[in-house]
């Protein structure tokens, strides 16, 4: 009896220490291991375990301890809720405990654990163990429930073979009882601390990330800024943050790994990844895939998870959580992270944190998407009035010096009625006729700048408007005492477009070659085709055009800084015009040329 009285003492004494010691933990694992050590070593049993109630209602075996072949087959063990049910109804009630003899477990409960060695103590008073009325068949099944505050289940601490042999005495099954209930509450405690941490947590990322959107930043600055923050607020073994491409800005990404250790991005994953944040933002919702389950499952198409899983598996991964970034109807991108082997699953808080963060980035995405198009529309316009500006500078300039011209003209003519008026006339003639090619000009850059003015279509033969042209110039050209050659392919292909406006480009190369050639000079005109395009090229061996006034060869009005070139007559409006319309017909313009030695200009159009 006074052994008896002093184990108690002992086994209390021991208790209230390992409960003070469990009371102060929030590492659960640690915990765990802490309760099931103490139940084995103070209450007196080889094997004792703790199971846990998982998201899907089993009941799965986190701690074993007292026995390395029992924690080596009963760690990870499920049993179905229903089978723990079945086993409760059955049970005899030691007050809180449920035990359940052998041969009384329900079909289909899951099988405990036996050890191959083990074997009864001697009871006192009998010759046999099993013969002793309280006498432990290994068969048999002892359970400890616990629970949190509101009564529901938490889990079950389960022991087994005691080392006296016999069912736990009354004072055993109230150790066995307070350890269940010390474990029900440690284990409440650190789930509220570990919840009030989470919070803290993802409260602090959910701000950082808002703090962040509110930054006039472009969207690639966002996603940089923002990975380190939604990495350590979902605690995330890897992270992928990805901002779509939009109009005038690529797509972006940032990775990340919590080992250091470089992270790829799977082409495949990125598509699928695409897909699902698209359907996930119309829904509100994240999607998560772990290795042995999928939500929404509905949302998931059977081939997206095998994809994703191959990747889980290669990286290492036990799950990953897709939240897209979004703002209003539109999906901007999204954030995918990753968790380990011995990382916890994604808990809802957090699934509402990832969505607020996406959120949050997703404005930001649009509001710096939104700036940018305001400060282009914003350039666009200053450029525009600038361009006006120059355009009524440059047109009056234009149109004073020949203005001036006339009215001189006819005021002598006026003043000296008798004076020869031929001389007089040649002059208004010539000045008039560069008005009239002014206006000319003016109209044809008007017409064909403007994007909504239809473009008259019909099978051109480029070979056939270049021969007209080069006859139409020939004769200048002999006037000049230039040499002017045409070449022509035989079979050249059409070109479908504007013979007017095609027409009026090649005549610009032409003049602009004869005119800038001095006499005794050549120009060289070919038409050939080559792969898909036909090939227009005028060369010429004149003044050539300056390095830096090649940069500004087809703004409007603009007519070079050689003193030579400047010398002959012009609007400066034909390349500009030739370059718009060449654009419109798909096609580009290329430019070969050197101060004093010349120039070749291409003009390449795609070919019918």
């Known amino acids: 009896m006074r052994d008896g009285v002093v184990w108690e003492v002992l086994a209390l004494r021991r208790l209230t220490e390992l409960m003070n010691r469990v009371s102060a933990q929030d590492d659960l694992s640690i915990l765990f291991d802490m309760v099931v050590d103490g139940a084995a070593d103070v209450v007196g049993f080889k094997v004792a375990a703790i199971s846990l109630v998982v998201p899907s209602g089993d009941v799965e075996v986190v701690a074993v301890a007292g026995d390395d072949d029992a924690r080596a087959e009963l760690l990870g063990r499920r049993t179905p809720r229903a089978n723990l049910d079945a086993e409760f109804a059955v049970a005899e009630r030691w007050g809180s405990l449920r035990f359940v003899p052998a041969g009384e477990l329900p079909d289909g409960s899951a099988e405990g654990w036996v050890s191959s060695d083990w074997t009864a103590p001697t009871v006192d008073g009998a010759s046999d163990a099993l013969d002793a009325l309280d006498a432990w068949n290994p068969e048999d099944t002892l359970i400890a429930p616990f629970f949190d505050a509101v009564g529901e289940l938490l889990g079950i601490l389960s022991v087994d073979l005691p080392l006296s042999g016999h069912r736990p005495n009354m004072t055993q099954r109230a150790v066995l009882e307070l350890f269940a209930n010390q474990t029900g509450i440690a284990i409440s405690a650190a789930r509220q601390r570990h919840a009030l941490s989470e919070r803290v947590?993802?409260?602090?990322?959910?701000?950082?990330?808002?703090?962040?959107?509110?930054?006039?930043?472009?969207?690639?600055?966002?996603?940089?800024?923002?990975?380190?923050?939604?990495?350590?607020?979902?605690?995330?073994?890897?992270?992928?943050?990805?901002?779509?491409?939009?109009?005038?800005?690529?797509e972006r990404e940032s990775v990340s790994a919590r080992s250091g250790a470089p992270v790829r991005t799977p082409v495949s994953l990125v598509a699928?990844?695409?897909?699902?944040?698209?359907?996930?933002?119309?829904?509100?919702?994240?999607?998560?895939?772990?290795?042995?389950?999928?939500?929404?499952?509905?949302?998931?198409?059977?081939?997206?998870?095998?994809?994703?899983?191959?990747?889980?598996?290669?990286?290492?991964?036990?799950?990953?959580?897709?939240?897209?970034?979004?703002?209003?109807?539109?999906?901007?991108?999204?954030?995918?992270?990753?968790?380990?082997?011995?990382?916890?699953?994604?808990?809802?808080?957090?699934?509402?944190?990832?969505?607020?963060?996406?959120?949050?980035?997703?404005?930001?995405?649009?509001?710096?998407?939104?700036?940018?198009?305001?400060?282009?529309?914003?350039?666009?316009?200053?450029?525009?009035?600038?361009?006006?500006?120059?355009?009524?500078?440059?047109?009056?300039?234009?149109?004073?010096?020949?203005?001036?011209?006339?009215?001189?003209?006819?005021?002598?003519?006026?003043?000296?009625?008798?004076?020869?008026?031929?001389?007089?006339?040649?002059?208004?003639?010539?000045?008039?006729?560069?008005?009239?090619?002014?206006?000319?000009?003016?109209?044809?850059?008007?017409?064909?700048?403007?994007?909504?003015?239809?473009?008259?279509?019909?099978?051109?033969?480029?070979?056939?408007v270049s021969r007209d042209v080069v006859d139409m110039f020939r004769p200048r050209a002999d006037t000049q005492q230039v040499s002017l050659t045409f070449d022509l392919e035989e079979r050249l292909p059409l070109v479908r477009g504007s013979a007017g406006d095609l027409e009026?480009?090649?005549?610009?190369?032409?003049?602009?070659?004869?005119?800038?050639?001095?006499?005794?000079?050549?120009?060289?005109?070919?038409?050939?085709?080559?792969?898909?395009?036909?090939?227009?090229?005028?060369?010429?061996?004149?003044?050539?055009?300056?390095?830096?006034?090649?940069?500004?060869?087809?703004?409007?009005?603009?007519?070079?800084?050689?003193?030579?070139?400047?010398?002959?007559?012009?609007?400066?409006?034909?390349?500009s015009i030739a370059q718009r319309v060449v654009t419109r017909h798909g096609g580009r313009i290329d430019v070969d040329s050197e101060l004093g030695r010349g120039t070749s200009v291409r003009l390449l159009l795609p070919a019918l």
């Not at 957090?350 to 969505?355: D, I, P, T």
């Not at 005549?507 to 004869?514: H, M, W």
């Open 201 to 250: 947590r993802l409260g602090d990322a959910v701000q950082t990330v808002a703090r962040i959107a509110q930054e006039d930043l472009d969207p690639a600055r966002v996603v940089d800024v923002a990975a380190e923050p939604i990495s350590a607020g979902l605690a995330s073994a890897g992270l992928w943050l990805r901002a779509f491409g939009g109009e005038d800005d690529d």
């Open 272 to 464: 699928i990844a695409r897909r699902m944040v698209a359907r996930c933002w119309r829904a509100g919702i994240v999607a998560v895939v772990g290795r042995d389950h999928v939500d929404p499952p509905a949302l998931w198409a059977d081939h997206d998870v095998a994809q994703v899983r191959i990747f889980l598996k290669d990286a290492g991964a036990r799950s990953l959580l897709l939240a897209p970034m979004g703002s209003g109807t539109s999906c901007f991108g999204y954030i995918a992270c990753t968790r380990g082997p011995d990382d916890p699953d994604w808990t809802d808080a957090e699934a509402v944190a990832a969505l607020e963060m996406g959120r949050d980035l997703g404005r930001a995405i649009r509001n710096a998407r939104l700036y940018a198009v305001e400060r282009r529309v914003a350039a666009e316009l200053r450029e525009a009035d600038r361009s006006k500006t120059q355009l009524f500078s440059t047109v009056s300039h234009e149109l004073k010096n020949p203005l001036a011209s006339i009215v001189g003209h006819v005021e002598l003519l006026r003043q000296d009625p008798d004076a020869d008026p031929d001389w007089s006339l040649g002059v208004i003639e010539r000045n008039t006729e560069r008005l009239q090619s002014l206006v000319d000009d003016l109209l044809t850059l008007s017409r064909v700048s403007d994007p909504d003015r239809a473009m008259p279509e019909a099978d051109v033969d480029l070979g056939e």
């Open 504 to 575: 009026r480009v090649v005549q610009n190369l032409v003049s602009n070659a004869v005119k800038f050639t001095p006499a005794g000079g050549k120009v060289a005109v070919s038409v050939a085709s080559s792969s898909d395009r036909v090939v227009i090229e005028c060369t010429d061996d004149g003044l050539g055009i300056s390095e830096e006034d090649q940069a500004s060869l087809f703004t409007e009005f603009f007519r070079g800084t050689n003193p030579e070139s400047l010398q002959v007559p012009g609007t400066g409006l034909g390349l």
